[in-house]
């Protein structure tokens, strides 16, 4: 079985601080990282040496001199590694190759069908991964890492997805030992797809929010949770099931039963599906749901309205208990107009309290397709380059 | 008005990893630090003479001997500072002082009304602190900070009450201000109850556990979320607001009408009290319902029984989005027998998701009357010694 090992951090502990400033993108003297961390000039030299060594950072045009010879700047460098990132849906995969910036350099996507199972799955995104990086011409020492992305539950200590419902034969499956045959030498990272598209979707349009929430509604219901700066896993790796949470009964909101009130079984694209097909519509899957109101069928439409309802009693509790300053609800139900989006408004500004309430964003996805995969690279970033934001556990190969 | 100030740090940022693994109590040796830490020897030595000058750590006899002179062991000295740590509630005080390990080295308390306002309240709790300091014998320089916890919503980049339903005249009190008068010269850190409360369970009964969650019920119903380690306060500091959210309605354990839904309307002790009061026993408050309970009363029990399921229900989505390993029921509810704890499992375990319930613990507090203070205290060594576990936004004097 594979062991647990200690990789060689890519920063040096005492270099991360001054690394952490610079990856905003501008260039600095070091007269200005030595104000900005209150270190020595010495010391900041050291450690400048240290990472210009490792390639990370490197000279980037003078600063405009106050008298003298112009002081030099420093950059941070995120051409300088790469990362494999892997984004598997139900339905759909996307391989990147990304920088440390998480700028997405290459990619490419196809439809598949996760439930073939994982080696034929993976050996495809592998495949891809390869080719994509030998088509950077770059040697495979840049790369640092692969994150991959799955429609189901994680154990992320170890990669392997547990009990995923929609993904047969990827029980306790092990990833990383699987990809380990394709690219041994780097630390391979395994998360919740949703998970990766909080951290996409932050990336991508809320650098400055430390509380947010990402609702995916499409054959599923599920929630990225990122609170204090960090994404949350949890205990065992599976928060933010918010598809088997009860919904709260209401007389002027419910569309459903007493008895069948999981979140999923009212508001996911499969179960809008059956309330249009239970009303003479034929509709099975969240693809139908989305084609009908893609043409403006009315009870699409009020359908997904419905939905947007029921999942806002329980984004009000979220609200409530997490007290997000944004929640952004995505996945393919969420992006055919803004009925889902009122639904949810609707009834969290309604019961939320006003403390929770005061400033929060409640607002569409911005990430788009490349959400998980962006997310599955700032996963392998945040390990490599910031471990105490990551979280990070002992990675297996 | 008080201006945001940048503190001194206690302990240099590059001591800090070195005092980390030394606040475990545990004497090592410079080879042993050096080993730990990957440093060299030479950076070791000048990290534990840096620590030694502040007085944190000092010689602590020697290891055993591998031939030749016996090296030498350092070892942390909690007592070296102290803080003062006041837990406020509806209707109880207490101060402490504790030292660096949380250590609760003397404690005072009485009963109060926390709606008389914050300056009686306050000078009380002051003049109070002033006395046990001024008992210890020792100077006010080894005082490091003073920690609050109040019975409502603060935000606590402020240390202000924002809103707190059950503290009239509290609302925006610049309680940092206010303590400053007393004790300039350290930062004062504000929080809501619950939180500390959560913190002071986690030290005393769940220091391996990264993932808690503590409910309180009493007068209101509140819930303190440590996730990856931390506090996590949400983007105002309203997380944990749990005593709005809504119970989801179903026939088996409903013992409320579809309308009037809360949880704190449903489970608190006032609410507790006016069902038993509908059924003709008389009752209003919490400690109405205690008295009962621990006298026996059937209908009591019964009745704390239901508002356990009640709770369950909530709780239960709690465990689905937070995927916590220990919820811990706490709060003078949860103190008259199992009754509260057995409907919140009745619930929960049969709520929640396999991959969420199948570690998970819920059990009853274990840190008692003082876990309040000793929560305070630790949000204020958090704060000292541990400035990214405490997640710290900038302190107002």
Redesign the interface.
């Known amino acids: 079985m594979s062991d647990i090992v200690r990789e060689r951090p890519l920063v040096a502990?005492?270099a991360a601080?001054l690394l952490a400033i610079l990856r905003d993108g501008v260039p600095r003297t070091r007269a200005q990282l030595a104000e900005l961390t209150?270190l020595a000039r010495s010391t900041v030299s050291t450690r400048i040496d240290s990472l210009t060594a490792s390639g990370l950072i490197s000279p980037a045009g003078d600063a405009v001199s106050t008298g003298g010879r112009p002081p030099a700047r420093i950059a941070f460098k995120p051409e300088s590694r790469m990362i494999v990132a892997i984004d598997l849906g139900a339905t759909h995969g996307v391989v990147a190759i990304a920088d440390l910036a998480g700028t997405i350099l290459d990619s490419e996507s196809r439809r598949l069908a996760i439930a073939d199972g994982p080696e034929p799955i993976l050996d495809w995104a592998l495949d891809t991964a390869k080719r994509l990086v030998a088509e950077t011409g770059r040697p495979l020492a840049d790369l640092v890492g692969v994150g991959i992305g799955v429609p189901g539950?994680v154990e992320h200590s170890t990669g392997m997805p547990?009990?995923p419902p929609i993904m047969p034969g990827w029980d306790r499956f092990d990833i990383p030992a699987y990809v380990a045959a394709s690219f041994a030498e780097v630390p391979v990272l395994v998360d919740n797809d949703v998970n990766l598209l909080a951290l996409g979707e932050q990336a991508t349009a809320w650098r400055d929010?430390?509380?947010l929430l990402f609702v995916k509604v499409a054959t599923g219901i599920g929630?990225g949770?990122i609170?204090?700066?960090?994404l949350?896993?949890?205990?065992?790796?599976?928060?933010?099931?918010?598809g088997?949470?009860?919904?709260?009964?209401?007389?002027e909101t419910a569309s459903h039963s007493?008895?069948d009130?999981d979140l999923e079984a009212l508001a996911s694209g499969p179960a809008i599906a059956r309330s249009l097909s239970a009303a003479g519509i034929p509709a099975t899957t969240s693809e139908d749901v989305v084609a009908l109101a893609r043409s403006g069928n009315p009870d699409a439409l009020q359908a997904i309205r419905q939905a947007g309802r029921d999942l806002g009693?329980?984004v009000?509790?979220?609200v409530?208990?997490?007290?997000?300053?944004v929640v952004v609800i995505g996945g393919s139900i969420s992006r055919v107009g803004e009925q889902l989006l009122a639904g949810v408004r609707e009834v969290v500004y309604q019961?939320?309290?006003?403390?929770?309430t005061?400033?929060?964003t409640i607002t569409q996805s911005k990430a788009g397709e490349t959400g998980g995969v962006l997310g599955a690279a700032i996963m392998v970033i945040q390990h490599v380059l910031d471990p105490?934001t990551a979280?990070s556990t002992p990675v297996r190969r």
Do not use: M
């Open positions: 502990p005492e601080s209150g539950p547990i009990n929010q430390s509380d929630a949770i609170n204090g700066g960090r949350q896993r949890g205990a065992q790796g599976s928060a933010g099931d918010l088997h949470v009860r919904v709260p009964f209401t007389n007493a008895k009130a009693e329980v009000a509790t979220c409530n208990l997490l007290n997000p300053s019961r939320s309290t006003p403390l929770a005061q400033h929060v105490e979280h």
